[in-house]
């Protein structure tokens, strides 16, 4: 693909051409765009007018890197591209000097802008771990960014949501399958059969291996082990497909979702399961329940370094979780109830469901939760992450996938810090 060097129709000023829909793009594009002010003028390449005014770039290139096309009609690309737009302030120009100057920083520069640009999903992850507020909607004061009909931002979590919830009827467990099982990358199995009021059912697993994951970061996320608790097997679904679509979100994971434990109860939009057992209090206590004996196997068997479970209160207005296991679980709490508070409010009382809590965090458990068993070695983080039931469902949703996001990027962080001292 020959680059294009040179546009036919300069623009009156300069305009800086972005991905409107990478999250992470316009994150950045908001921080140029305050220091550049009226001086720059950004568009997404998606916009109609990009192609209008611009016809001789191809939409390909304008994928891959910002693009910054000056009032001479030269373009320039990349770190480059960063840099000249940053001149146009006054106070900004050394970027660009450097670049210029210095074949080291312009080197430099470029690298880090592929790298970064390479990595696009697993940056905007971090870039929202690290300023969660980047991950508010609606860039309201920002009307340059407002999207115009043709450039959709991607409803990444939104879309299962509504597709097997049917108010108040039993909930269909093909309907909130089959989607999954089209997923690429993503492997699909079914724990059992086992037989419950005459009728077979199974649990179902889906598996994910993210990039340089030979040597793997196993986690399980286990969800409607409360059967009337949809928000968290939608969102583990969610989860799946954001994995599905940005596969740098699992660098270096092998990624177990169990998103129905409870496959009778969901039906039947029931906390407990069909033969009427919370099976959340069933763990490591010889428990007859078949779905309980199944996921007690993958526990024993999987080797996990983390084990994630997704619940909704109803008793509760705000996000909360609880810790076990590892030491270092609350540090990958904190973050995740930090992640999920830009969507729903933390519930930050004293006593949370009769534990004492600290910022949203319990450090105390039922008996018989899913859990680890005792011998397990060595000890994995256990997070159970619990969202406001009577809040709407998109936001819960949301707030889960969020969570998870931000828990396997503090994971990974914590895991190369420890590899490096
Ligand atoms: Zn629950």
Same mark, same amino acid.
């Given at each position: 693909m020959p680059t294009v060097s040179q546009v036919a129709t300069p623009p009156a000023k300069p305009v800086m051409l972005f991905d409107g829909n990478c999250g992470f793009c316009a994150f950045w594009i908001r921080r140029w765009q305050q220091a550049t002010g009226e001086r720059v003028e950004y568009i997404p390449f998606q916009d109609t007018r990009t192609a209008e005014w611009f016809p001789e770039l191809p939409r390909e290139q304008l994928a891959l890197a910002v693009h910054l096309i000056e009032s001479n009609g030269a373009v320039c690309r990349g770190a480059e591209a960063v840099c000249r737009s940053l001149a146009t302030n006054p106070a900004r120009q050394w970027p660009l000097r450097w670049y210029q100057k210095c074949p080291r920083f312009a080197a430099m520069a470029e690298s880090a802008y592929r790298f970064v640009a390479g990595h696009r999903p697993l940056f905007a992850a971090l870039t929202h771990a690290l300023w969660p507020q980047s991950k508010r909607r609606n860039a309201d004061n920002e009307p340059a960014l407002r999207a115009n009909p043709h450039h959709k931002t991607a409803p990444m979590h939104h879309t299962a949501t509504e597709q097997f919830v049917s108010g108040g009827k039993p909930h269909s467990l093909a309907r909130f399958l089959d989607p999954l099982h089209a997923l690429p990358g993503v492997q699909a199995e079914t724990l059992g059969p086992f037989d419950i009021g005459g009728q077979t059912y199974s649990l179902p697993k889906f598996t994910f291996r993210g990039p340089n994951a030979s040597d793997p970061i196993r986690i399980g996320i286990f969800a409607a082990i409360h059967g009337d608790e949809p928000a968290g097997a939608t969102a583990a679904a969610s989860f799946l497909r954001?994995?599905?679509?940005?596969?740098?979100?699992?660098?270096?994971?092998?990624?177990?979702?169990?998103?129905?434990?409870?496959?009778?109860?969901?039906?039947?939009?029931?906390?407990?399961?069909?033969?009427?057992?919370?099976?959340?209090?069933?763990?490591?206590?010889?428990?007859?329940?078949?779905?309980?004996?199944?996921?007690?196997?993958?526990?024993?068997?999987?080797?996990?370094?983390?084990?994630?479970?997704?619940?909704?209160?109803?008793?509760?207005?705000?996000?909360?979780?609880?810790?076990?296991?590892?030491?270092?679980?609350?540090?990958?709490?904190?973050?995740?109830?930090?992640?999920?508070?830009?969507?729903?409010?933390?519930?930050?009382?004293?006593?949370?469901?009769?534990?004492?809590?600290?910022?949203?965090? $319990?450090?105390?458990?039922?008996?018989?939760?899913?859990?680890?068993?005792?011998?397990?070695?060595?000890?994995?983080?256990? $997070? $159970?992450?619990?969202?406001?039931?009577?809040?709407?469902?998109?936001?819960?949703?949301?707030?889960?996938?969020?969570?998870?996001?931000?828990?396997?990027?503090?994971?990974?962080?914590?895991?190369?810090?420890?590899?490096?001292?």
């Open positions: 954001d994995l599905a679509a940005h596969p740098a979100l699992a660098e270096n994971f092998l990624v177990h979702v169990y998103p129905l434990c409870n496959p009778t109860g969901f039906e039947d939009n029931t906390r407990v399961s069909r033969r009427d057992r919370d099976l959340n209090r069933e763990f490591w206590k010889s428990s007859p329940e078949q779905e309980v004996q199944l996921l007690e196997y993958e526990l024993r068997t999987q080797h996990f370094s983390g084990i994630i479970q997704l619940h909704a209160d109803d008793t509760s207005d705000g996000v909360y979780g609880f810790v076990r296991g590892h030491t270092l679980t609350e540090h990958l709490l904190r973050p995740a109830l930090r992640a999920a508070e830009q969507i729903l409010p933390r519930n930050i009382n004293a006593i949370i469901d009769g534990f004492a809590a600290r910022d949203g965090i $319990i450090y105390e458990s039922y008996d018989g939760v899913l859990a680890a068993p005792v011998e397990m070695e060595p000890i994995p983080f256990e $997070i $159970i992450l619990e969202t406001p039931h009577h809040a709407p469902l998109d936001r819960q949703v949301e707030a889960l996938v969020a969570a998870l996001h931000t828990i396997l990027t503090e994971y990974r962080l914590l895991i190369s810090f420890a590899q490096n001292i």
